[in-house]
């Protein structure tokens, strides 16, 4: 007997996730569009940060800024989208159930409206028009709830916290700065904080600084 | 005494109608994934960038290049998007045909016993679904065997498919005059959202990133020249 070789098995085992994807999107359209949702934030996010990190006609600031806020956007969104359109879903289709309850009727009139519609076709299942109006309102408060999670809570929220990261990026940059240029001696009289202070906090500090540096450990030569 | 309706009830009663329900029921068929795309990019454009360009938690050359680079993002993200999601059905409809025309071969026994499980048993549309009812609590029964197994009807279903396709028929709708044939056109074009969500995410990874560079670059020439083609010195 032959053996189905490994090539077989995997395009299989594909086509067969396909084909249960495929029916759960039939059976629960909302929560496929959901997942298709989640998937597109992460694709986005994976492409758009490995953009800003190969774009050399960016200067060094703002890379760091977009870089962040990809990375914020990414996560953020990605949260903000699943838990507003989760929550959106479950309460439209439950808000279609509760509607629904004891109205068998009207979904048989639906069935027969669905007909006309389709040349040459019978009727549609009752059981299946109820559950598509369920699935269908969940789908469309869904995509409300994803529409207002995308475009109105999470761009505020990402450019907050990549500005906050570019901040710290602009003071470590401006710190590093200041100390390989030696700015305390380096700068002119108005610019250097020793000169600002009055002279005898200033000759105290200095000696704080000179007690400080005769500690053992320290070489005041390499600090300069 | 008339009891004032409130906004619930009134909301209630103008969705629950024939035509309203028909809609919904329509729109949940026939929502795909690159409807979804178009909808988020729309929304996207006449929001996001705004957000960004009057981000005042940054100097004016950051908002204009996150305000421009958004734009980008959107506009190849969208169109990339949606044209790729919208292939992808279109053929992913032929593909998942193709692998349910090999029938009931053992190379493809793998497909058919995930179609007899959908089809067979009670776990299509009816799982753990009760029984409807009406306001007179008339029952409406819910069918535990509609179909019967599908394997033993697949054959003649993929030759009336062939047949209808032959004579330039598509695959958005069969016509046919039994639910099972609908049931399957929407199986296939299910299976082609299925198959655009895959297809999109290597498409973006393939043409998003080049792209959304090369819209950058020239949105920054074209409208802000003068942050362009400056030292990494001069911008720390």
Same mark, same amino acid.
């Given at each position: ?16 996730? @396909? ?32 953009? @800003? ?56 009139? @639906? ?114 | ?63 204009? /290049? ?24 279109? /053929? !992913? ?31 299509? /549309? ?23 197994? /599908? ?40 299976? !082609? ?44």
């Amino acid at each position: 007997m032959k053996t189905p070789n490994l090539l077989v098995k995997f395009s299989n085992m594909i086509k067969t996730e @396909v084909i249960k994807a495929a029916f759960e999107a039939m059976n629960n359209k909302s929560e496929f569009i959901k997942k298709a949702g989640i998937i597109g934030i992460l694709t986005t996010a994976v492409c758009q940060t490995t953009a @800003v990190l190969i774009n050399k006609d960016v200067p060094k600031k703002e890379k760091k800024f977009m870089l962040a806020q990809e990375l914020a956007d990414g996560a953020i969104n990605l949260t903000i989208f699943w838990t507003l359109t989760a929550l959106c879903i479950r309460n439209g289709r439950r808000l279609a159930t509760n509607w629904t309850e004891n109205k068998a009727k009207i979904f048989d009139q @639906v069935s027969d409206e669905l007909k006309k519609e389709t040349k040459g076709f019978n009727k549609y299942h009752i059981h299946k028009v109820h559950q598509d109006y369920i699935d269908g309102l969940g789908t469309i408060i869904g995509m409300i709830g994803s529409v207002t999670a995308n475009n109105f809570i999470s761009p505020p929220l990402r450019n907050y916290a990549a500005s906050l990261y570019q901040k710290e990026h602009i003071r470590q940059v401006s710190y590093q700065q200041s100390v390989s240029n030696n700015s305390i001696f380096d700068k002119p009289a108005q610019n250097n904080v020793l000169t600002q202070q009055k002279p005898l906090t200033q000759y105290n500090n200095m000696s704080k600084f000179l007690n400080q540096s005769k500690s053992p450990g320290i070489n005041p030569l390499r600090l300069f | 005494m008339q009891v004032r309706p409130s906004i619930k009830n009134c909301f209630e009663q103008f969705m629950l109608n024939e035509k309203k329900i028909a809609r919904v029921v329509k729109f949940n068929e026939n929502f795909t994934t690159w409807h979804q795309r178009l909808v988020l990019g729309i929304a996207s454009i006449s929001s996001q960038p705004f957000f960004d360009y009057y981000n005042k938690n940054v100097d004016q050359e950051t908002r204009n /290049y996150s305000a421009v680079r958004t734009v980008a993002k959107i506009i190849v993200g969208t169109t990339e998007g949606c044209l790729v999601r919208f292939l992808a059905i279109k /053929y !992913g409809k032929k593909i998942a045909f193709n692998w349910l025309s090999k029938g009931n071969s053992k190379e493809n026994s793998a497909v058919v016993k995930e179609l007899n499980t959908f089809f067979d048993t009670r776990k299509g /549309y009816f799982k753990g679904k009760a029984d409807l009812q009406d306001e007179n609590h008339n029952v409406y029964k819910s069918s535990a065997t509609r179909f019967g197994r /599908y394997s033993d009807k697949l054959n003649d279903w993929i030759k009336a498919v062939r047949e209808h396709v032959e004579k330039g028929g598509n695959f958005d709708n069969f016509n046919f005059e039994t639910e099972e044939i609908k049931d399957l056109s929407r199986f296939l074009k299910e299976s !082609g959202n299925v198959l655009s969500v895959a297809s999109a995410f290597i498409a973006g990874l393939i043409i998003d990133i080049p792209m959304t560079n090369k819209v950058l670059n020239w949105g920054m020439d074209s409208l802000f020249p003068e942050h362009r083609h400056k030292k990494d010195g001069e911008n720390k």
